[in-house]
């Protein structure tokens, strides 16, 4: 895969190191070059070694400069204090409780600086003793080392240290990262206990880059899946983004129903696609997910409310269908399920108001899309969420659950003049009063229907 390790691993064998001592690659045999790191991270990063501190970039950075991509941020590691870092930088805030990180501020961008973190990193009051700012002894803080393998996967472990541009290796990461290799540093099992997040991120990181999980960090993510049911909502949202908005959800999504993982997050999505023989609902969720590859790729928006709407879009739909025949009206169905759904899907993962708020007039607007008539028609396009609810609506004709008749009206509707808006209207005629949502005919409702209610 490299030619450049393979010539240094050359060099290498002929001069063995000692087991615990790093692999340090010098600047001439690695292929990271000042010019592919952001600037703003090398002002920090420079700045923190100008006042005499250890300065390297670390995890994601240098995992995808090394791959040859574009990493999607860059952070730091030091052993300066975060209050030494804040005192270095104006622009700069210090986050987090019990592990402080220094946030600094460039304009549309964000370096995060973390010092080196120790064993005990996790138990600690975070005042060890420090000299000038340096971290000398610390329950909390640590070495380079100890940093290292407190990571989550070993090709997320490599750091490259800004004082000589060299690439240091404390875990093998440069053999995986050859290998395309995810491997949990340590003992697989109690780093996935200590954070069950690790086991989200393995599949993330196999998915984004092609990798294949290594047979122990694999085997340990199928035997404590069920750990992940004990993360807490509000950071299954935050993680949920970025298996989903990364340009690679298709493939995260595939593997997170091949790990179970789905069916722990959204029970309620697993069973209806489990309960569902006509394949649509699954197609559905495959195009969605696509969809939204399809327009990172394009630098266009995305919003999680679109894709989390289409995640719960089938139980949604299936219970809206059995209210319905229950006797409830279309519009009225789909808003308590809706509220039903998120209520539920709350338990494992909580989505923001503003978003779910977005959810609600996404699935409302399906059953306004086929009540064109009259002013209707004027008023669903006028609607804030016309648009997200059109292209919803897309989604739902390409894979055969609407027809293409009603979406087609509509991408002509947004297109023609107001002249030909009338006559589009006036074509529809009385027949077209009636929803045109059509759909393969179903067992249940039917048998809904004819039972009392
Ligand atoms: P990307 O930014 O491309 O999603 P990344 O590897 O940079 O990938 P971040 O979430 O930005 O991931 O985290 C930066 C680094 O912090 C990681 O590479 C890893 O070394 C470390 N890290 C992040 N989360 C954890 C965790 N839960 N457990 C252990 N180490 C972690
Ligand atoms: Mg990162």
Not at 123 to 147: A, K
Not at 273 to 296: C, K, S, V
Not at 327 to 349: C, E, P, T, W, Y
């Amino acid at each position: 895969m490299f030619s450049w390790l393979k010539r240094f691993w050359e060099v290498r064998t002929q001069d063995p190191q000692s087991a615990s001592a790093p692999v340090i690659i010098p600047r001439s045999e690695h292929p990271v070059s000042r010019n592919s790191i952001s600037d703003n991270a090398a002002k920090v990063m420079y700045r923190l070694k100008d006042a005499g501190f250890a300065a390297y970039l670390v995890g994601g950075g240098v995992r995808d400069l090394l791959l040859g991509r574009e990493p999607k941020d860059f952070d730091v590691a030091t052993n300066a204090t975060p209050e030494k870092v804040k005192e270095l930088f104006r622009n700069c805030r210090l986050i987090g409780r019990r592990f402080r990180l220094a946030h600094v501020y460039f304009r549309g961008e964000i370096i995060e600086v973390a010092t080196f973190r120790g064993h005990h990193g996790d138990g600690g009051n975070g005042e060890g003793e420090t000299r000038n700012g340096m971290v000398v002894r610390d329950n909390v803080y640590g070495t380079l080392e100890e940093d290292a393998v407190r990571r989550d996967f070993t090709v997320n472990a490599l750091y490259y240290n800004i004082k000589d541009y060299s690439i240091v290796d404390y875990t093998g990461g440069l053999d995986d990262l050859q290998n395309g290799v995810l491997r949990l540093i340590g003992d697989t099992r109690q780093r996935y206990r200590e954070d069950p997040v690790r086991m989200l991120r393995a599949v993330r990181f196999a998915a984004k880059l092609g990798f294949r999980l290594e047979s122990d960090t694999e085997a340990a993510l199928i035997e404590l899946g069920k750990l992940l049911a004990d993360v807490p909502p509000a950071r299954l949202f935050d993680e949920m983004l970025k298996m989903f908005l990364n340009g690679h959800a298709v493939a995260t999504f595939e593997a997170m129903r091949h790990y179970n993982q789905f069916s722990i997050l959204f029970p309620q999505t697993e069973n209806s696609l489990a309960r569902e023989e006509q394949g649509f609902p699954i197609t559905f969720l495959l195009r969605a997910m696509a969809n939204t590859d399809r327009r990172i790729a394009e630098n266009k928006p995305v919003t999680p409310a679109f894709l989390f709407a289409a995640i719960l879009w089938e139980p949604v739909r299936q219970l809206a269908d059995e209210l319905q025949a229950e006797g409830m009206s279309k519009l009225q169905s789909l808003q308590v399920a809706g509220d039903k759904m998120l209520d539920k899907q709350r338990r494992n993962i909580s989505v923001p108001r503003r978003f779910t708020l977005q959810m609600r007039e996404i699935w409302s607007m399906q059953e306004r899309l086929p009540q064109r008539f009259g002013k209707r028609a004027y008023r669903t396009l006028n609607h804030p969420r016309f648009r997200a609810g059109y292209d919803f609506m897309l989604l739902r004709a390409d894979s055969g659950e609407v027809d293409s008749e009603l979406s087609d009206w509509w991408t002509r509707f947004q297109e023609v003049d107001e002249l030909q808006r009338e006559e589009m209207l006036a074509e529809l005629g009385p027949a077209q009063r009636k929803s045109s949502r059509r759909r393969r005919p179903r067992k249940r409702p039917a048998a809904r229907a004819s039972s009392p209610s």
